[in-house]
């Protein structure tokens, strides 16, 4: 069975029980801690991928790591090593994340800007640009590149709109060869 699948149904179970229990954004943010944890910590993937502990060890560390998440990701987590897939705590939290970003109406959104944004600022850029993607909310990762030169370069999954004046220089300089 293909990774990308076994993380959708754990993903989609864990969705259900997050939406029953009215625990949706307790649950995204403990599943970004965890996405953040496994997927750059390198001592924690040596430890799940090691042949030399038990699964009863593996789980403990995972216990231990992870005691402030909810119950309902914990133990997520433990039946993850109980069934060998340990591999798929990233992608499990990717898919979760990707599924209860869906339900409450958010999309994810990279904000290129020549400096960081003020957060009255990105509320303005979400309230705007949800909108024109047909969602509530945005979720803006800000990044600052100077050599924008001025505005601001936005992507919103598959979609760009380049405002910065880099893109239009651009722009007109293709228009004037052409």
Known sequence: MSGSIVAKRYALALLQIAKEQQLLKEMVEDLRVVKEVAGYTPELKAVLHSSKLTKEEKKAVLTQGF????????????????????????????????????????????????????DAEREAISAVFAAKVGKKTLNIKNFVDSDLLGGLKLRIGNRIYDGSLRGKLDRLERKMLS
């Open 67 to 118: 005691a402030s998440v909810n119950a309902y990701v914990l133990n997520t987590l433990l039946l993850l090593v109980d069934l060998h897939r340990e591999d798929y705590i990233v992608e499990v939290a990717d898919e979760f994340l990707a599924l209860a970003n869906e339900a409450m109406g958010v999309a994810e959104a990279a904000v290129t800007s020549t400096r960081a944004l003020s």
